[in-house]
């Protein structure tokens, strides 16, 4: 080593010029380096309803992650925290919101959501997005794609996958309306994936449905399924600004036409198509007195209060098949035979309703 090499400073003094290391006595002194993952303290019922009270988004955001979560332990904290906060809820209006996709669903929301806001409401959009086939996550997570809106002070997003859910609903929807509601937000959006099925679960949580919809509506009356039109309460044709403007004016008038000879969704309320530009907020006020109109005359005549009780008795339903599905599938048996009776049926070996039954019947022999 010549005189221009600087030595290291760990090197000891007489130590040889090659490199090498040394044990240096003392190196038990030195600070050990701080953990990189430190395990969060799981809080109590009473910090979570507590939390929630005080529209905490932190802690509401995990009581929410409590609710999804199908382990058996976070089931019982959350059901625990729900039942808290029963006498908190109920004081919201919920509405439902569906369309095909590139109808502007998103678009629509966070122009209704900041809308809504400005008002002094407080809103609370649980975006259901598509659920990836091979991750199970969401694909297209809303908070990007309604970045003012999630910036909102008044304003609270929760993106969750549809987990391939019927509608696009993610099962435990209703517990997390529960939750915003108890944490003071008084409009609740509901975002479905809008693939055109079963919405009829989407109707049996909210107190307005509002389909999204495009111009051109003679070609989309076409492929409309009537079942899907039956159970709105408004139908909305967005991108109305523009050239496109007449021709959302003309598909407004058929689809009237179209509606008048339907039975309405609501006992009491004459569904209608309105318009709207999402993207230059227009007719977005409109929208919202519609909303209003329709809470103030579904409570004069009590449709409102007894839609929200009939509800209440489909979620008990809905629970109790959630039970049994996830009982069945995570049964032992059933676990160690599914895959064998699969192969049996795919190869023609075995009939689909044999196989059913003894898998039930492996289900049953506990």
């Known amino acids: 080593m010549n005189e221009h090499t600087s030595r290291p400073e760990w090197v000891r003094e007489g130590q040889a010029d090659e490199f090498a ?6 190196s038990e002194a030195l600070p050990k380096p701080s953990a990189r993952f430190v395990k969060r303290k799981e809080r109590s019922v009473a910090e979570y309803v507590e939390g929630v009270r005080n529209n905490d988004r932190t802690i509401l955001a995990q009581a929410i992650t409590l609710v999804e979560s199908n382990a058996a332990k976070h089931m019982e904290t959350a059901q625990q925290i729900l039942n808290e906060l029963l006498p908190y809820v109920g004081k919201s209006v919920r509405i439902g919101i569906t369309g095909v996709p590139g109808a502007g669903k998103s678009t629509f929301i966070e122009a209704f959501g900041q809308f809504l806001c400005e008002q002094g409401h407080r809103v609370a959009v649980l975006a259901v997005d598509p659920s990836s086939s091979i991750t199970g996550g969401s694909i297209l997570g809303d908070k990007t794609r309604m970045e003012n809106l999630a910036r909102h002070p008044r304003a609270f997003i929760r993106p969750s996958p549809s987990g391939g859910t019927l509608g696009g609903v993610h ?14 937000y008084d409009v609740i959006l509901v975002e479905t994936v809008g693939v055109g099925q079963s919405e009829f679960v ?16 003679g070609d989309e009356l076409q492929g409309m399924k009537k079942g899907i039109m039956e159970l709105v309460d408004a139908v909305v044709i967005n991108k109305a600004d523009g050239d496109n403007k007449p021709k959302a004016l003309a598909a407004k008038e058929e689809y009237n036409q179209f509606l008048h000879y339907l039975r309405p969704a609501t006992p009491g309320w004459e569904t209608k198509a309105y318009t709207c530009s999402a993207l230059y907020s227009e007719g977005i006020e409109d929208i ?15 449709v409102f209060d007894t839609r929200r009780r009939h509800q209440l008795k489909d979620w008990v339903y809905a629970m109790i098949k959630d039970y049994l599905e996830t009982s069945f599938f995570a049964h032992p048996l059933v ?3 599914l895959p064998i009776i699969e192969n049996h049926v795919m190869s023609g070996t075995k009939a689909v ?14």
Not at 171 to 184: I, S, Y
Request: proline share 0%; with cysteine; charged share 25%.
């Open 21 to 26: 290391t040394a044990y240096v006595k003392g």
């Open 288 to 302: 919202w007195r519609v909303v209003e109109t329709f809470v103030t005359v579904t409570k004069q005549s009590g």
């Open 171 to 184: 099962r435990k929807t209703r517990e997390t309306m529960l939750l915003c509601e108890a944490a003071g």
């Open 335 to 337: 676990k160690e035979k």
């Open 202 to 217: 989407v109707r049996g949580m909210v107190d307005f449905f509002m389909l999204l919809a495009l111009t051109g509506a």
């Open 353 to 366: 309703t044999q196989a059913v039954q003894e898998l039930i019947a492996a289900y049953e022999s506990r």
